[in-house]
């Protein structure tokens, strides 16, 4: 049926054929067996190539981080338990910090501005960009340029962390695999999104966090469900080749303790995800308005990310705690060390009064918030989802300080508030809240929060509502330019023949000779009369053919009746274009009476042309509906 549609509008104007040309053609669902017969190879290689890439990445930036800001700058950031110790060491030459942030942006932003540009900014939404707008196409030198420059970005003290490059690195992954193998654009998207979820999966070492992720990173209200097994295979695959060098532990340690037991937690939730929500919007609102403003200095774009870093390292002189990606921060969050929280200006002895603590936890996610900014914003090399964590746990660590200086006595457990509130800030602000709580559950070895984190999350994700920190993603398939040309031809489907069939129509009663009929087809330029008897009931229908079969000396001694086909095709008001055209096409003919169904009585005519001009003025107009849309969700 689709190659007969395809072979009619091929002979119609140009119109139809830009029109068609944009759309995909739907191909027959393949069997189950030949799906994965098909994608388990594909999946394995992709699993493979991201798991040494993740790995890749995860060395690379230890050496970065080593050299830039503890040999260069003498701060040794805390690191999660399950990627080293959660010692702090202060700088001694603290001055240090803007020179050593800044020389990381510049080398990152010579790197890219030569190399590749596209490796600029968050990895995570360039890869979200290639699936929708670039056919799955990633030049093979961007995951190379993204790994070392996001390398720098981070390790030299960038707000930033590592999902943006892994992300890319897992896109570009998927990219090269698919074309050595010859794939066709659709199936290149989804080994895009499944290197995606490979990467994701890998370093953060949580392979079915990851893999939804892949699937639901890409919209705000959907799932790219194609992506799920490819990307379910190619994740478990990355996540066991980079274990096994790095480790298997969670990178987070949670103490036992932190479990759901008292239904209290549940409200409790609920202001976190209103909180975590508010805090969302800040923080994309806050990302893309100074990106806006570093778009607009008139300064070469490779300085960009050096002035980015360089105030990034003043704010870092008095708050060492917003450099990289600040896991380790977290970590402490987590188990409630908050020795060096204030430090290195505050005594770090003992822990601070809670008073003081309550005003370093509402000041940190705010500077962390501008930190990121600065470094992604300004074009540096990084991603967004590191920082997020961070925001999201502190203001669930804020919430509980307030909840304990409100109600000593009240029994709430810190470690629970700081992974829900990593779970719900990033699900509301990223759109994605069902991969982000199984990813945190993994990343901290916790399964036992699901109830309270799915109220929280979900409320940050109502009150986010359009902003997202990602505005490559668009609302579901429909949307989408990678899925546009599969939902677009069942529009036939949505447009009735009393809408576009022609009302005058022109016609000719039985007895009238073949003589008349060719004399009015040939005055009007139409090749078909439809033809009625004297109560408007449709009877026959004459052609051009027909009467060219007739010799034309003998034409108007002949009646339309003797030559008329009275095996009539006829179409019905309500009946779809699509039901229609189908018609038209089983039956090679190129237009279509419209009779009313209860009297037989002419009441109109379709034609080829009519369908084809109501589709494409259709198409257009959904086209026009969707960039409008878009560009007011971008800007509100």
């Known amino acids: ?103 990381g942006g510049l080398i990152s932003g010579v790197i890219v501005y030569k190399l590749a540009p596209e490796a600029e900014g968050d990895g995570t939404e360039a890869a979200i960009n290639v699936f929708h707008n670039k056919g799955g196409y990633v030049r093979p030198q961007v995951p190379l340029v993204k790994l070392v420059t996001s390398s720098i970005t981070i390790g030299s003290g960038g707000s930033a962390g590592r999902e943006g490059p892994i992300a890319q690195i897992g896109a570009g992954c998927g990219s090269l695999i698919s074309r050595l193998l010859k794939l066709n654009a659709h199936d290149r998207r989804i080994a895009v999104a499944a290197g995606v979820g490979a990467g994701m999966g890998a370093i953060f ?36 080749i980079f274990a096994s060098i790095v480790g298997w532990s969670p990178i987070f340690l949670c103490p036992e303790e932190s479990i759901f037991l008292d239904p209290v937690m549940l409200l409790l939730s609920a202001i976190l995800g209103i909180m975590c929500g508010l805090y969302g919007i800040l923080y994309a609102k806050t990302f893309y308005y100074v990106s806006e403003k570093f778009h607009e200095l008139p300064i070469p774009r490779y300085a960009k990310p050096a002035l980015g870093g360089l105030l990034v390292g003043i704010m870092g002189i008095f708050m060492p705690q917003i450099l990289g990606t600040g896991y380790g921060w977290l970590q402490l969050l987590i188990l409630g060390d908050f020795s060096d929280i204030g430090a290195p200006y505050i005594s770090s002895s003992s822990p601070p009064p809670m008073y003081m603590l ?28 590191a920082p997020a964590l961070v925001i999201g746990g502190c203001v669930g660590a804020l919430l509980w300080a307030i909840c304990k200086c409100l109600y000593p006595d009240l029994n709430i457990s810190l470690p629970v508030f700081v992974v829900i509130g990593m779970m719900a800030f990033f699900g509301g602000v990223g759109k994605v809240p069902i991969a982000v709580i199984l990813m945190v559950s993994e990343m901290t070895g916790t399964y036992t929060l699901l109830a309270p984190s799915m109220i929280a999350t979900v409320l940050a994700y109502v009150i986010t509502g359009k902003n997202t920190i990602f505005p490559s993603q668009v609302r579901s398939r429909a949307d989408s330019p990678a899925h546009r040309g599969e939902f677009y031809i069942p529009l036939l489907r949505t447009i009735l023949v009393e809408d576009v069939m022609t009302r005058e129509v ?62 009539l095709i006829v179409t019905y008001p309500k009946e779809t274009l699509f039901d229609a055209f189908d018609k038209m096409v089983k039956n090679n003919i190129g237009r279509l009476p419209v009779v009313d169904p209860q009297t037989n009585k002419l009441v109109g005519i379709i034609t080829r042309g009519d369908i084809r001009r109501a589709y494409s003025d259709r198409l257009f107009e959904m086209l026009s509906e969707w960039t409008s849309t878009e560009s007011v969700d971008f800007l509100s």
């Open 506 to 567: 022109i016609t000719i009663e039985p007895e009238a000779s073949l003589s008349k009929a060719a004399g009015i087809m040939s005055q009007k330029g139409i090749k078909g009369l439809p033809v009625v008897d004297r109560n408007e009931n449709l009877v026959g229908i004459v052609t051009l053919m027909d009467v060219l079969k007739v010799p034309a000396e003998v034409r108007s001694e002949v009646q339309v009746k003797e030559v008329m086909s009275r095996r």
């Open 205 to 240: 070492r949580a392979p079915l966090g990851g893999a939804i992720l892949a699937a639901e990173i890409l919209y705000l209200a959907d799932f790219e469900v194609e992506a799920l097994i490819p990307a379910f295979i190619a994740s478990v695959i990355a996540y066991s």
């Open 1 to 103: 049926m689709c190659h007969r549609i395809k072979d009619a509008l091929d002979n119609g104007n140009a119109k139809a054929r830009v029109i068609h040309a944009m759309t995909y053609e739907r191909r027959s669902a393949p069997g189950i067996l030949t799906y994965l017969e098909k994608w388990i190879p594909i999946s394995v290689l992709i699993g493979i190539f991201c798991g040494f890439g993740a790995i890749v990445l995860y060395k690379f930036l230890e050496l970065c981080v080593h050299f830039f800001l503890w040999e260069l700058a003498g701060y040794h950031p805390p690191a999660p338990a399950g990627e080293g110790s959660t010692k702090v060491i202060f700088s001694n030459k603290a001055l240090l910090i803007p020179l050593v942030t800044t020389l």
């Open 358 to 385: 309550i005003l370093i936890l509402t000041i940190l996610p705010l500077a962390k918030i501008l930190a990121t900014a600065l470094t992604v914003g300004s074009g540096g090399s990084g991603g967004v989802f």
